[in-house]
């Protein structure tokens, strides 16, 4: 496929000829030719599954390609192992959490490396210290120390922590896997500082993957679009910028029409009379005396930046932390842990996905039955035709791409995992869904069928309480909008179509 | 990357069923390997007398592992169930001297056993700290008393007079008791919530808490299970002989663990846990006990024979290929 509009001065840093890739049957790349130049920005978007992620996975040695060639630098290119290819200068960050757990944050970034620190035998972890001190600073982070025990950093911090120690003076190719959707609003101002300056000033090349069409279209400077393991098309930097750019690109990715409908289409903020959850001036740590009202039938969305305290008024919300004061009511009776909670219909969908909403290791059935294994148990057993029953039904509902209930969760790609977080609770028939960062790492096919069923989830008389940091789905989806900043309420508006991300924006920063 | 079912000996069904072939694979080879090696150094492994050495070998074991099933599937342990058989053989074996009572001696092992079951299960999750802890600190406690008992008694060994403990060695007896065993515990485990919440807080144990399950009320329970069939053990592990002593159950929970793993358990439970695994196990670690000294091993070689098996089953279950990323 020809590629448009680039400078043919540009030095061809990575190409791939004919790279092919196959997971038994499946196919994830067919037969694909992609060129890297210095200097660029690459974006790669398609939904999951399109084989995005594969090529670079393969590129940075993550796993061997079925059939093809790859060339790095004008010769020949096929790295054994992630390690190998990050010595040579291609580093991947990857989606999932990568750093080693309790030992500090110097040890991860040097982890492999601590020969440069050794005398007799012996580590100099002050010299250690000093080092990661001078690298998070030259990266711009400062509020993390070499000498910090990495259980004690957020999740987004720990984020950082991985693209300080991929990043080196030798890498030549970044790539940036989904990283985004895990790092704080001050991380990702630090990760595009970092990439703009790898290509800009240094001539090393970006290669960009993710679902935020956004960030995509404000950072990158080429778009490459992926469909079913084929490049779809090339998009330049002033295709982007062109009025209708995301309409096309979607209907790139998507190969179909998608519809105008992604969002909730009508403007008025509605509700049922009957209160379904009332948090009642709760107060913990830093939140002090917070209130809200959810009546059924009603969307409230929380938004604000990750540190603000919303994650915790969920958790709340749900039994899952002590509160100092206040309480949470459910159907008249006080939520007190999540045993409370579940029994009074109310179920949870945590931010991080993988550790704590699902189990990876365990089959699509066994996560979808197992808030309601108290109710499947008949005659002192649950019959394993009850268990098939309710999961197929979901997995039918939710359309799970799967080959059956049997197949493993962490087979799965984001989306799908994503579904069957939804569909334990819809499985249980919970009245009340606390989702957090419902669509976080979904593509837009499974964003808008999400979308789709939180709105069905809304008129069948389900009390939503949406926790999200994208503002355009809580403005597309919220019938009522509470803003948080520094752990207090700054703002609280009603569902409108005049409302707009940037007047959102400055009660958040 | 969906869709994919995995075909038959294909490359892909080797690595995801890894446990249950070695599970599986590792018992057939001792039965067939001995059936042909035994019969050749004289006596086959098979005859009446060798399969009857076999069963009770074999019983023990069994029982105290598949009653494990549930704990290991936690991804927990108990290193105090070698100490529990031979404080509960002992108290069987002195109360049924004292009082003619053996009934009594049963029951008050099992109040010990659901008491050190529950201590066991809460521990864990309300101290926060790693079950080989609370389960050390009981084998030490237990040794402590036994040593108390016998050498209050100043003996190493009792047994049982006016108490006929033939049928405990009857290995019609030992087969079926095995059999209703798996029977029970093959239903809570695979049919009923404890086992399938025991599992999924094994495989993730803050998805199950979000889920709704109480972690200490199923650990406790997975605990209480095992604590029983420790007893049912300690009962086949006294009847054998009709005594007990000091040293009775030493060892004990390490066997247990090893034939577990032998069997293809993941050591850190969750959803590969399997019932099969505990018997499967028990067997291939019995018919190596019996079988390797027929075919002239001598005794002192068998746990040598034995380490080499197990480190080769653990590298076929725990292949991970995986290096630390440089900088």
Redesign the interface.
């Known amino acids: 496929m020809e590629e448009r509009g680039t400078d043919m001065s540009q030095e061809i840093i990575f190409e791939a000829k004919h790279m092919h890739k196959a997971f038994g049957p499946t196919i994830a790349l067919k037969d694909v030719d992609i060129q890297i130049k210095r200097g660029e920005i690459r974006g790669l978007v398609g939904e999951n599954g399109s084989g995005k992620s594969t090529i670079m996975s393969i590129a940075a040695g993550m796993q061997p390609a079925t059939s093809g060639e790859m060339y790095y630098k004008g010769e020949k290119w096929s790295p054994k192992n992630m390690v190998e290819s990050q010595n040579q200068g291609i580093s991947m960050i990857l989606q999932e959490a990568n750093t080693i757990p309790h030992v500090t944050v110097a040890q991860n970034i040097f982890a492999g490396q601590e020969k440069l620190f050794s005398k007799a035998g012996l580590i100099n972890m002050t010299a250690m210290y000093k080092k990661a001190d001078e690298l998070l600073q030259k990266f711009g982070i400062s509020n993390i120390k070499g000498k910090d025990p990495v259980g004690r950093l957020t999740f987004e911090d720990r984020k950082l922590i991985e693209i300080v120690r991929c990043v080196t003076d030798d890498t030549q190719i970044l790539v940036v896997d989904e990283t985004t959707t895990a790092l704080s609003h001050e991380g990702r101002e630090i990760l595009y500082k970092l990439i703009h300056k790898m290509t800009e000033e240094e001539n090393k090349a970006v290669v960009f993957v993710s679902h935020d069409m956004d960030e995509i279209l404000e950072q990158c400077n080429v778009l490459t679009v992926l469909r079913d393991g084929d490049i779809i098309g090339h998009l330049t930097r002033e295709e982007m910028d062109a009025p209708d750019a995301v309409q096309k690109i979607r209907l790139m990715m998507v190969g179909r029409e998608i519809g105008r409908k992604y969002f909730r289409e009508d403007f008025i903020p509605s509700h049922q009379e009957e209160v379904a959850l009332d948090i009642q001036n709760i107060s913990m740590g830093p939140i002090k005396d917070f209130s809200l009202t959810l009546r059924k039938g009603e969307i409230v969305g929380i938004g604000g930046l990750s540190g603000c305290g919303m994650h915790d008024i969920g958790k709340a919300a749900y039994g899952l932390v002590k509160l100092d004061k206040g309480q949470v009511i459910r159907n008249g009776k006080p939520v007190k842990n999540c045993l409370q909670a579940i029994e009074a219909g109310i179920g949870y969908i945590s931010k991080n996905r993988d550790l704590e909403a699902i189990i990876l290791d365990a089959p699509i059935q066994a996560n979808i039955v197992l808030p309601s294994l108290t109710s499947l148990t008949k005659g002192g057993y649950i019959r394993p035709k009850d268990e098939k029953k309710l999961s197929d039904e979901q997995i039918d509902a939710f359309r799970i791409k799967c080959g059956s209930g049997k197949q493993y969760v962490n087979t799965l790609s984001g989306g799908n995992k994503q579904k069957v977080s939804f569909a334990k609770w819809t499985a249980k028939g919970s009245d009340v869904i606390i989702m957090d960062s419902p669509t976080r790492g979904v593509d837009i096919g499974v964003k808008q069928a999400m979308y789709a069923l939180i709105e069905q989830m809304k008129a069948e008389g389900k009390a939503i309480l949406m926790i999200s940091e994208e503002l355009s789905e809580l403005i597309g989806m919220s019938d009522r909008l509470i803003i948080m900043k520094d752990f207090r309420v700054t703002a609280e508006m009603e569902r409108s179509a005049d409302l707009k991300q940037t007047d959102i924006i400055e009660y958040m920063i | 990357?969906?869709?994919?079912?995995?075909k038959i000996f294909s490359k892909?069904w080797f690595k995801t069923n890894a446990s249950a072939i070695a599970g599986y694979g590792g018992v057939l080879f001792c039965i067939i390997f001995f059936s042909i090696a035994t019969p050749l150094a004289g006596e086959s492994i098979w005859s009446a007398a060798k399969l009857s050495t076999l069963i009770s070998d074999v019983i023990v074991l069994a029982i105290l592992s598949v009653g494990a099933v549930f704990v290991y599937s936690l991804g927990s342990m108990d290193i105090s169930i070698g100490k529990q058989v031979g404080l509960y053989a002992t108290i069987m074996v002195a109360i049924t001297n004292s009082t003619g009572s053996f009934i009594l001696g049963v029951l008050i092992s099992l109040v010990i056993a659901v008491f050190i079951g529950l201590v066991n299960g809460a521990t864990g999750e309300l101290l926060h700290i790693h079950s080989v802890v609370s389960s050390l600190v009981f084998m030490m406690v237990l040794s402590g008393i036994s040593t108390l008992i016998y050498s209050g008694m100043g003996s190493r060994n009792v047994a049982l007079k006016n108490f006929d403990h033939h049928i405990f060695k009857s290995p019609v007896l030992m087969v079926i008791v095995l059999i209703v065993e798996v029977i029970i515990v093959t239903?809570l485990f695979n049919?009923?919530?404890f086992g399938?919440?025991a599992?999924?807080i094994g495989?993730?144990p803050?998805?199950?808490?979000?889920?709704?399950?109480?972690l200490v009320k199923y650990k406790m329970i997975a605990y209480v299970i095992m604590g029983v069939f420790v007893v049912v053990a300690a009962i086949f592990q006294m009847g054998y002989t009709g005594s007990a002593s000091d040293s009775t159950g030493t060892g004990f929970e390490m066997n247990v663990m090893v034939a577990l793993i032998l069997g293809g358990m993941p050591l850190s439970g969750?959803?590969?846990s399997r019932v099969s695994c505990a018997v499967l196990g028990s067997f291939t670690f019995s018919l190596l006990n019996v079988g390797l000294p027929i075919i002239g091993i001598p005794v002192n070689t068998v746990n040598f024979i034995k380490a080499i098996i197990f480190i080769i089953v653990v590298l076929i279950t725990c292949r991970k290929s995986r290096?630390?990323?440089?900088?």
């Open positions: 990357m969906e869709n994919t079912k995995t892909n239903f049919f009923t919530k399938k919440n599992r999924a495989a993730n803050v998805a199950a808490e979000q889920s709704g399950i109480n969750g959803m590969k290096g630390i990323l440089p900088r």
